[in-house]
Each structure stands twice: as structure tokens, then as C-alpha cells.
């Protein structure tokens, strides 16, 4: 008991969700559609082997009202799904037909009185749908791909303007090695001083070129 509580208390909160409500409908109608079949097919078999036509008729009968009353619900729910799917997306249903109007879109109820859209009608939107989905998604890419380029264009712009941006130290500054706005004194940049030592001992004074020391200064006559 407590078990088929928590289930009917389940499954009432799930039914909440239109979709899957209509989901478990289609299944339980699918369902009593066959033991229906179960049930009639062996009788009008049976009807048929003995060349009993009136029954073969009156279980056919009993048979599609049957079948009627328990997947009518659910070929107007998939019905409407349809047309108004296909209104989203711009595509002309035809009309539905008053009282007893006979039409090749549109097929009466017989078990509650309602219209249903014909199988002509079904395939007809479904390509239509499938025609325009296609558009649509073609559109959609076709922007994808320009607003990739775009940011792809500008992304490179910033890029390239970010290098070619000016330095920021202010005149007569200069930046340092370590990154810093250092002033240059009498606008000139300070020289680094290279850090490699020199031995005093192998340093050894400039003396003049030969060239220069037996070079003689003529005097004029």
C-alpha cells in the first residue's frame, strides 16, 4: 500500500511536466491499442474462416470504434504540436472544415467529434518544417561564421595597436632595463656599465704608433 502510494504520488508530480504527461498518455494508449488487436484479431480470423460476414463486419466495426476512442486523444495532441510548429516557422495551414465539410487535409472523429489532421496533411507540413529548419539553420551559421571573423579582425587590431603603442615615460626619460622611467641628465640616456672586471696588471699604457714617432715635420725653405 505504501508503496503504491509513493508511486501514484511519483507519478502525479511528474504529470505536472506537459511533456512527459503527454509522453505516458501515448504509451498507455499504445498499449490498450494492442490487447485491442490481441483481443479482435482472433475473432475476425475466426469470423473470416467461417465465412460469417456479418460478424467479420461487426467486429470491425466494434474494433475501429475501440481503437478511436483510445488514439483519437493522441493523434489531435500530436496534431496540434504539428500546426503549430509549422506556424512558427511562417507555413500555411489550411483551415479546418465546418460541420460536415468534406476536405483531404482534415479528417473527422468519429468517437469525439473533433478534427485531426489527414496523413496528406502530416507529410505535407513535416517536409515543409524540414525545408525551413534547413534554412534556418544555414542562416544561423552564415552569421556564426561572419561574427567569428569579426572578432577575429578586431582582436587582431588590438593586438597589433597595443605593440605599436608609444612609451609612456615622459621627456627626457628613458626606460631602464628593469622596466622604470629613469631621467637621462642633459638629455642624454645613462650608459651601462659592463659588470666584467679588468685587471688592472694586464692593462698597459697607450703609446704612440711607429708611424707617428719617426714622422718628420718638413720645414719650408
Known sequence: MVKDALKKGFLKQVRRIQYVADWLDDQAATRKARKLQETYAPLVAKAEKDKDWD?????????SLESNLVLDPVYERKGERLTAKARKYGITV???????????????????????????????????????????????????????????????????????????CSRNYYRSDSGE???????????????????????????????RQYTQVRKPQ
Not at 143 to 158: D, I, K
Not at 181 to 210: I, L, M, Y
Open 94 to 168: 489550411p483551415r479546418q472544415p465546418c460541420n460536415d465539410e468534406e476536405s483531404e487535409d482534415w479528417r473527422l472523429s468519429r468517437a469525439y467529434g473533433f478534427w485531426l489532421p489527414s496523413a496528406r496533411l502530416e507529410q505535407k507540413l513535416r517536409q515543409e518544417i524540414k525545408i525551413e529548419q534547413r534554412a534556418s539553420y544555414d542562416e544561423f551559421r552564415k552569421w556564426a561564421t561572419l561574427s567569428f571573423a569579426v572578432a577575429g579582425f578586431l582582436l587582431a587590431f588590438y593586438s597589433v595597436r597595443a605593440a605599436k603603442q608609444p612609451d609612456p
Open 55 to 63: 460478424a467479420r463486419d461487426g467486429l470491425l466495426s466494434e474494433w
Open 181 to 211: 622611467c629613469v631621467f637621462a641628465q642633459s638629455g642624454q640616456r645613462e650608459k651601462k656599465v659592463s659588470p666584467v672586471q679588468v685587471n688592472p696588471s694586464t692593462v698597459s699604457a697607450d703609446k704612440p704608433s711607429p708611424a
